[in-house]
């Protein structure tokens, strides 16, 4: 079956390169048909995103701040100013001092634990608040990125896990809020990637290496492979699933060890 998302808009958060994932989620939908606009934080950023944007026919990009109601209510004004709805956001934001993703959780700072909340679970919450006012006439689809580490311990993940499984449960309660609305809020959790975010977290190269060797399909995700699940969970395909946390791992979340000749 060829899933389209033709006539379909979305609002892509979070991309910083090519090989972010929010980048293959995005470049996923274009080939399916999606209109799309970004989000992106500091010019940096902006002077990235801009070609990638432009390579999926994207003229709209807007500089936010998640943690800033200001910045925030900005964005999705300019973006009902463009559109006047909206079929899917897709929430790729998370952040850690990067001090803190390697060594004991324990030693977790009280700055960094709020700040961490904020950014990478809280925003969803936000975003779904100004989101869904586009969406009321026909539905759509809320889709934000975990990792196992939220259920899971995974050494140097730290503080991001306690933010994963949080922004985890904020998916089930808006899911249950926003179902009524025709509204579907869902997660993705890919395994291991190397991206820009995951190269933060100490031992990332080790990390890696481990669940290629051991997932069920012997492999990591790809972009692609996430990008198609993507576009699942945004088409009319996906019009039953929500508030789910889809696992995209190559099946490692299956596992009580590592396969017998890694032991």
Known sequence: MTISLAGKRGLVMGVANERSIAWGI???????????????????????????????????????????????????????????????VVHAIAFSDKAE?????????????????????????????????????????????????????????????????????????LANDLGPEGIRVNALSPGPMKTLAGAAIGGARKTYKHTDMNAPLRANATLEAVGGTAVWLISDAGACTTGEIVRVDGGFHVLGMPQHENL
């Open 26 to 88: 995005a470049k996923a939908c274009a080939e399916a048909g999606a209109e799309l606009a970004f989000t992106y934080q500091g010019e940096a950023f902006g002077k990235r995103l801009e070609p990638l944007a432009a390579s999926v026919g994207s003229d709209f990009m807007v500089d936010v701040d998640v943690t800033d109601d200001a910045s925030l209510d900005a964005a999705f004004e300019a973006l009902a100013a463009r559109w006047d709805s909206l079929d899917f």
């Open 101 to 173: 993703l390697t060594g004991r959780f324990l030693d977790t700072s009280r700055a960094n634990f709020k700040n961490s909340l904020d950014i990478s679970a809280y925003s969803f919450i936000e975003i779904a608040r100004r989101a869904h006012p586009l969406m009321k006439e026909n539905g759509g689809t809320l889709l934000t990125l975990t990792y196992m580490g939220s259920n899971r311990v995974t050494p140097n993940y730290n503080v991001m896990g306690v933010a994963k499984a949080a922004l985890e449960s904020a998916t089930r309660y």
